[in-house]
């Protein structure tokens, strides 16, 4: 089974900036959009940004013009820049993935096990 491998997380002030990443744990055929989600406590999922691999990004409102996606195809990896980064930024960030693990496979939707943001006042 195919695991996104996540990191980049962790403690920051307020105005600080942190860069996430996350990459497939084994080779893959291929990979079709690359995300990120958040979650913070008491709410929904939500989606931060998300970018197809022909390079189309897609980035919530709250976070534009302070967080960047951007994805690395030959190393099947995406990352979150994240910078000027909030108080209500702090989640847990999850990577997702639409992955075709061979070439005869379907394509299956993937999530990392989420890693924490907090972001101090």
């Known amino acids: 089974q195919v695991q996104l491998v996540e990191s980049g997380g962790g403690l920051v002030q307020a105005g600080g900036s942190l860069r996430l990443s996350c990459a497939p744990s084994?080779?893959?055929?291929?990979?079709?959009?690359m995300g990120w989600y958040r979650q913070a406590p008491g709410k929904q999922r939500e989606l931060v940004a998300a970018v197809t691999s022909g390079g189309n990004t897609n980035i919530a409102d709250s976070v534009k013009g302070r967080f960047t996606i951007s994805r690395d195809n030959a190393k099947n990896t995406v990352y979150l820049q994240m910078n000027n980064l909030k108080p209500e930024d702090t989640a847990v960030y999850y990577c997702?993935?639409?992955?075709?693990?061979?070439?005869?496979?379907?394509?299956?939707?993937?999530w990392g096990q989420g890693t924490q943001v907090t972001v101090s006042s």
């Open positions: 997702n993935a639409e992955i075709r693990r061979r070439y005869f496979s379907d394509i299956a939707e993937y």
């Open positions: 084994e080779r893959i055929f291929s990979i079709n959009t």
